[in-house]
Antibody, heavy 123, light 106 residues
């Protein structure tokens, strides 16, 4: 059974840092790209960052570029998000998601999600 | 970045109704369009990928259509468990942006 379990969220002051983790199990982790998606309270989904299976392709939303760093450790089946210079607008539930693909290998979608870890940025 | 819009932002419907949700991309994304359903307190669930392919296990009352910039999610006969928020998402670029969502209410 595929499982994604996020951790590391909490209450943090503006300007401080936080590191999120996502522990994966039930599948071959290094076969898949992984992503972070967040959802502010009562708001919609916002794609945050993604990393390819070998860390060769990394991308960020403009809203976090230069402040957040995504990484992965395939030996530990883990995904990470280092969040620096946090702002109030970063307050959200952060999900990690697996980027699955169809049988052709051309089409991608988030096929498994964790339950999220809540980050609250407030003084 | 590719911007995604959805219409309407919310709609009121009854069980048995046919429901249509629209999604538009700011540039052509071919068929790289997914639809997700999210219920309160739950992670999103993929319904449709590649614009019109039904994810395994998803009821056939859900269907998707479109290509290029304009896409549609249709629920042929709304069921009680379908009241939720629906999001489109493009996967044409590595920045996998979502639409703002459409809330389907009773």
């Amino acid at each position: 059974e595929v499982q994604l379990v996020e951790s590391g969220g909490g209450l943090v002051q503006p300007g401080r840092s936080l590191r999120l983790s996502c522990a994966a199990s039930g599948f071959t982790f290094d076969d898949y790209a992984m992503h972070w998606v967040r959802q502010a309270p009562g708001k919609g989904l916002e794609w945050v960052s993604g990393i390819s299976w070998n860390s060769g392709v990394i991308d960020y939303a403009d809203s976090v570029k230069g402040r957040f760093t995504v990484s992965r450790d395939n030996a530990k089946n883990s995904l990470y998000l280092q969040m620096n210079s946090l702002r109030a607008e970063d307050t959200a539930l952060y999900y990690c998601a697996r980027l699955g693909f169809d049988s052709s290998g051309f089409y991608y979608y988030f096929d498994f999600w964790g339950q999220g870890t809540l980050v609250t940025v407030s003084s | 970045d590719i911007q995604m819009t959805q219409s309407p932002s919310s709609l009121s419907a009854s069980v048995g109704d046919r429901v249509t949700i629209n999604c538009r991309a700011s540039q052509s994304i071919s068929s790289y369009l997914n639809w997700y359903q999210q219920k309160p307190g739950k992670a999103p669930k993929v319904l449709i990928y590649a614009a019109s392919s039904l994810q395994s296990g998803v009821p056939s009352r859900f269907s998707g259509s479109g290509s290029g910039t304009d896409f549609t999610l249709t629920i042929s006969s709304l069921q009680p468990e379908d009241f939720a928020t629906y999001y489109c998402q493009q996967t044409y670029r590595t920045s996998r942006t979502f639409g703002p969502g459409t809330k389907v209410e009773n």
